[in-house]
Nanobody, 124 residues
């Protein structure tokens, strides 16, 4: 079983600021098809933020394009999300997830393993 552990959130940041989230994978690993970041704000559905496929293809939610960057370090089994020019609307719990098989990158049902989440709070 793969365990995903997110870090980098937890403290409030002002609008316009930056944060870098990390997601480390532990335990037995398998060949992944896709790795992604999701977020969920109170009272809202979980939404996909960004994902990176095994072939290196990257996708972003429209509202974060140009501000967020997803990347991975395979040697460290770690996925990152660099978030710049943060807005109050970015406030949410952020989760990383990995998918063993193919599917829609922005559909949470594609993903097999999830982290516990890390809170991102952006103040205005």
């Amino acid at each position: 079983q793969v365990q995903l552990v997110e870090s980098g959130g937890g403290s409030s940041v002002q609008a316009g600021g930056s944060l870098r989230l990390a997601c480390a994978a532990f335990g037995a690993t398998y060949s992944t098809n896709c790795m992604g970041w999701f977020r969920q704000a109170p009272g809202k559905e979980r939404e996909a933020v960004a994902a990176i496929d095994s072939d290196g293809s990257i996708r972003y939610k429209d509202s974060v394009k140009g501000r967020f960057t997803i990347s991975q370090d395979n040697a460290k089994n770690t996925l990152y999300l660099q978030m710049n020019t943060l807005k109050p609307d970015d406030t949410a719990m952020y989760y990383c997830a990995i998918a063993k098989y193919g599917g829609l990158w922005n559909d949470y049902r594609t993903y097999n393993n999830w982290g516990q989440g890390t809170q991102v709070t952006v103040s205005s």
